[in-house]
């Protein structure tokens, strides 16, 4: 636990909550968009490279650019005038404390039984792309469809209504 | 406080922020960005439970963290495009305003 892990839980933590915090729509987008680089940042600590890479491919690439079109093209970025939480916000903090405060609860009580140390895990690449074709070909063919379908079901969502109605 | 404490409590701390967010904003976008907090908060955890596991070499938490990323990828696609068409039907993208099921 030294001084880079705070750090970096730091930039994940406020992140987050600056996304949360924030009226700005485009505003709150950089910010998740840091707390996602932030978890990107533990990952690559905990020592697993691809899945960090992948992380900052995926959410800092893909997902922080799609959030900022829908917010331009929603007009989001104009903070309305009735503020932008909800008239039940206060069940909302107090579920999600509740919910903390359990979870933060279990963990501390499961400590003692944790491991907490063990060596660097030896893997490489290769082991990744060798398990992906051999162990665990299956999900990785069935999330190829779903991508696919996802892509398509996405596009024709969001589609314009009237040129359906026309073809 | 151990190591994979540290990562399990920043994991529960992100998880929470991000369920405040999804209950508490009004614009569907950003309920979108707190599911996906809460998405990332369980790869966190996910991650450090494979990096302190007896036998990393299975590789069995890195593939669940990695397969979450791109269902979590496809889940925002198609949420954003719900978005943008609930937008262009109601003009406005507050859960609040969005009360009618027809129409």
């Given amino acids: 636990m030294g001084f880079v892990f705070y750090l970096i839980?730091?930039?994940?933590?406020g992140g987050a909550l600056a996304a949360v915090l924030l009226k700005n729509l485009v505003h709150a987008a950089l910010a998740v968009t840091i707390a996602f680089f932030g978890l990107a940042l533990l990952f690559l600590r905990l020592d697993a490279q691809f899945a960090g890479f992948a992380q900052i491919l995926v959410y800092v690439g893909a997902v922080a650019i799609l959030v900022v079109f829908a917010?331009?093209?929603?007009?989001?970025?104009?903070?309305?005038?009735?503020?932008?939480?909800?008239?039940?916000w206060l069940a909302g903090l107090a579920i999600s404390a509740a919910v903390f405060a359990v979870v933060a609860w279990a963990v501390m009580q499961a400590a003692p039984s944790l491991p907490n140390q063990s060596a660097i895990p030896a893997v490489t690449v290769n082991d990744i792309g060798n398990a992906?074709?051999?162990?665990?070909?299956?999900?990785?063919e069935i999330i190829a469809v779903l991508l696919t379908a996802a892509l398509l079901g996405a596009v024709i969502v969001a589609m314009h209504e009237k040129r359906a109605k026309q073809g | 406080m151990t190591p994979l404490t540290g990562y399990l409590i920043v994991a529960a701390l992100v998880f929470a922020?991000?369920?405040?967010?999804?209950?508490?904003?009004?614009?569907?976008?950003?309920?979108l960005i707190g599911i996906e907090l809460m998405l990332n908060a369980a790869n966190l955890n996910l991650?450090?439970?494979?990096?302190?596991?007896?036998h990393p070499e299975l590789?069995?938490?890195?593939?669940?963290?990695?397969?979450?990323?791109?269902?979590?990828?496809?889940?925002?696609?198609?949420?954003?495009?719900?978005?943008?068409?609930?937008?262009?039907?109601?003009?406005?993208?507050?859960?609040?305003?969005?009360n009618r099921m027809k129409g």
Wanted: hydrophobic fraction near 55%.
């Fill in chain 1, 9 to 13: 839980s730091a930039f994940a933590v």
């Fill in chain 2, 47 to 54: 991650i450090a439970f494979w990096r302190y596991s007896p």
């Fill in chain 1, 132 to 140: 992906l074709m051999n162990r665990y070909v299956l999900p990785l």
């Fill in chain 1, 71 to 88: 917010i331009l093209l929603t007009k989001g970025s104009e903070v309305p005038k009735e503020g932008v939480f909800s008239r039940s």
């Fill in chain 2, 59 to 98: 590789l069995s938490g890195m593939m669940f963290a990695i397969f979450s990323i791109a269902v979590a990828a496809a889940e925002a696609a198609v949420g954003l495009g719900l978005v943008i068409s609930i937008y262009r039907h109601a003009r406005t993208a507050d859960v609040e305003e969005m």
């Fill in chain 2, 17 to 31: 922020i991000g369920l405040a967010g999804a209950l508490t904003r009004r614009n569907a976008i950003m309920i």
